[in-house]
């Protein structure tokens, strides 16, 4: 009556275990389904994240390759100029053989040269041919050895004069040639050698011609 039987409490205790197991089924499910949405939830998350990374990779890969491209068309310009403005203006050749011509020039008219040399000899021989035997000592020796040094004093100042205006012309070149083209620093440098050779060998030979330098010795 009050009591249960056995068959009773047995098919009661089946039915808790059956919920039992029901019930721990459904955890687990839900626990799988929890952890499914999850994993889903990192890959979409790793996804993201890996398509960001690429976005961002590409665009520091378009600006890196277009600052490259930039910068050698930049350079292959300016090597165009370069090479526009040096076959344009003068190469330096003519102006480096000036400069050297003009110091060459001023050594000759300090040291002398053959056609300065052959020049006061052959005055010598007119003055010897000219004098009379029976002229004074001071007329035989102007003739004879003041003509000739004269002669070659002309010679030299000649010389040292067309040093000097070969210089000036090399220095003063490059205010008429292209502009912003730079004189090399060499022809600089042996076209003022140049001038400075010729300044003194004309000075000399002015002195020498006039009798101011190394003149006549007094006959009286």
């Known amino acids: 009556m009050g009591t249960k039987t056995v068959d009773e409490a047995g098919d009661d205790t089946g039915t808790k275990t059956e919920q039992t197991a029901d019930t721990g089924r459904a955890d687990a499910a839900a626990d799988t389904g929890t952890e499914a949405a999850a994993r889903t939830d990192e890959a979409t998350q790793s996804g993201a994240a890996g398509q960001a990374a690429d ?18 068309e930049d350079t292959a310009e300016e090597t165009a100029e370069a090479e526009e403005a040096t076959a344009d203006g003068p190469s330096g050749v003519g102006l480096g053989a000036g400069a050297v011509v003009s110091a060459v020039l001023g050594l000759v008219s300090l040291t002398g040269g053959w056609i300065g040399t052959v020049a006061g000899a052959r005055q010598t021989l007119i003055g010897q041919l000219q004098t009379a035997s029976n002229a004074s000592v001071a007329t035989q020796v102007q003739a004879v050895y003041g003509d000739a040094w004269q002669t070659t004093a002309l010679w030299a100042g000649a010389f040292a004069l067309a040093a000097l205006i070969t210089g000036v012309v090399v220095l003063a070149r490059p205010a008429f040639g292209t502009p912003g083209t730079p004189q090399a620093a060499w022809i600089k440098s042996v076209a003022w050698a140049g001038v400075s050779l010729g ?17 006549l010795p007094s006959t009286s």
């Open 199 to 215: 300044v003194l060998g004309l000075l000399l030979a002015v002195l020498k011609y006039s009798d101011a330098l190394l003149g």
């Open 55 to 72: 976005g961002t990779g590409d665009r520091d890969g378009d600006r890196t390759g277009e600052a490259v491209g930039d910068t050698a």
